[in-house]
C-alpha cells in the first residue's frame, strides 16, 4: 500500500525535522528539496527514505550542523573542495550554485569535494541544471566503502560509485542516474529488509559463487560490476575512472588511511557545461533533440515503447508535482518515529491506493 502526498507537504514536513536536530532553515529547506527531487524523480531508495540516516548522523555529530566547506584550491573554473563532514546535499547545492555561477563567463565548470557526508542521488541536482539550460556530469565514490568486486575477482573493492549526466533535448532531458554495479546496495538492503530475493544473480558470496540471495552480500560477498559475470571488466574500468576523476582529482582517497575509515564520506566529482560555450544553443538542441527522437522511434523488441533515458523520470516528476507524490510504502513508516520524537505532525495524505 502506498499513499500520495503533495510536494510541498513533503517539502516542509522534511524541512521541519533537519530544523528541529539543529540544521538552520536555509540549510534544512536545501536538505528536504534534494531529497524531495529524488522521489520526484521516481528514485525511491535515495530519496526521503535517506533522511532518517541523515538526522541520525547531525543528532549524533558524524554531520556537522554549521560551518563552511574549506576551499583547497580554486581557478575560478576549477576549484576543489573539503567539506568536512557537511550534510552532503546542502554542501552539493552550494557546489553546483557555485558552478552555476561562474559557467556563463568560464563555459565549464569543474569542481571536485573530499569528505562530504553521503550525498544521496545524484539525479536531484540535476533538474536546476537542466532548466538553466547547462549539461551536467556528476559522480561520486565512497573511500571508505567496498562493496563491488572486479572482473575475475571475489574480493569487493570498489564502491557503488554511480554517475549521473543530464542534457536538455526539448520535451524532456536526456538523464541518467546508474552505478558502476549491476545494483545499488540500497536495494540489495531493500530485498534483506523485505526477505527477497534480488532479481537475478547479481551478487556472489565469500567464495565467489553467483547468488541472488541478499544475505550472501553481508556475508563478506559482494556486488557484480555493470556487464555482470561475463562483461563486468567494462563496469571496473569505468568504476576505476570514476574513482580518479572523484578521489585522485581531490587529492583524498583509498590512498589515505584515514579515508577508509569514513563509511559514509563521498567525493564527489561535478562538471557544469554552458553549449553556448561550444556554438549555439539552437545547433546543440538540434542534435539532442534528433537523438531523442530517433531512440524514440526505434523499433521496439517487446511491444513497447522503446526506453530513452530522461523520459520516464522528467514525466514522473511533473505528473508527482502536479497530483502528488507518490512514496514507497516503508518511507513514511520510517519517519513516523522521528516525527513522533522531533514532534513534527506528519503531513497529510491525498490519496492512499
Not at 204 to 210: Q, S
Not at 226 to 243: I, N, P, Q, R, T
Not at 307 to 328: H, I, K, S
Request: aromatic share 8%; charged share 20%.
Amino acid at each position: 500500500m502506498s499513499s500520495c502526498y503533495p510536494a510541498a507537504e513533503l517539502r516542509k514536513f522534511a524541512s521541519a525535522l533537519f530544523q528541529r536536530v539543529g540544521l538552520s532553515k536555509d540549510r534544512a529547506d536545501v536538505m528536504a528539496n534534494v531529497f524531495l527531487q529524488a522521489d520526484l524523480l521516481g528514485f525511491t531508495t535515495h530519496g526521503l527514505q535517506r533522511v532518517v540516516s541523515n538526522l541520525a548522523w547531525l543528532q549524533s555529530g558524524e554531520s556537522r550542523l554549521s560551518g563552511d566547506p574549506q576551499v583547497l584550491s580554486d581557478r575560478g573554473n576549477c576549484f576543489n573542495w573539503d567539506a568536512q563532514f557537511l550534510p552532503g546535499p546542502w554542501v552539493l547545492t552550494k557546489a553546483i550554485e557555485q558552478a552555476l555561477s561562474r559557467v556563463p563567463e568560464q563555459g565549464v565548470v569543474t569542481a571536485t569535494i573530499r569528505r562530504s557526508q553521503h550525498i544521496a542521488c545524484l539525479a536531484a541536482y540535476l533538474p536546476q541544471i537542466i532548466e538553466a539550460g547547462y549539461v551536467a556530469i556528476l559522480t561520486c565514490s565512497t573511500p571508505g566503502e567496498n562493496t563491488v568486486s572486479p572482473q575475475g575477482g571475489i574480493d569487493p573493492l570498489f564502491s557503488a560509485n554511480p554517475l549521473a549526466f543530464a542534457a536538455p533535448a526539448g520535451e524532456y532531458p536526456l538523464l541518467f542516474d546508474i552505478s558502476m554495479s549491476v545494483t545499488a546496495g540500497a536495494y540489495v538492503s531493500r530485498a534483506k529488509r523485505e526477505n527477497t530475493k534480488m532479481p537475478t544473480p547479481c551478487l556472489k558470496d565469500k567464495h565467489g559463487n553467483l547468488s541472488d540471495d541478499p544475505l550472501a552480500f553481508d556475508d563478506g560477498g559482494s556486488i557484480l560490476p555493470v556487464g555482470g559475470a561475463d562483461h563486468g571488466y567494462k563496469g571496473a574500468a569505468l568504476s576505476a575512472m570514476l574513482e580518479v576523476l572523484s578521489m585522485a582529482l581531490g587529492g583524498y582517497g583509498r590512498g589515505d588511511e584515514s579515508a577508509t575509515q569514513d563509511k559514509e564520506a563521498n567525493s564527489v566529482f561535478l562538471q557544469v557545461i554552458d553549449p553556448q560555450a561550444f556554438g549555439t544553443q539552437a545547433d546543440f538542441l538540434r542534435q539532442t533533440i534528433a537523438l531523442s527522437h530517433l531512440w524514440e522511434q526505434n523499433r521496439s523488441d517487446s511491444g513497447k515503447p522503446v526506453r530513452v533515458p530522461g523520459q520516464r523520470a522528467w514525466a514522473t516528476r511533473t505528473r508527482q508535482l502536479r497530483d502528488g507524490v507518490e512514496l514507497y510504502p516503508s518511507i513514511m513508516r520510517d519517519l513516523q518515529p522521528w516525527a513522533e520524537k522531533l514532534q513534527v505532525p506528519l503531513p497529510s495524505a491525498l490519496v492512499t491506493s
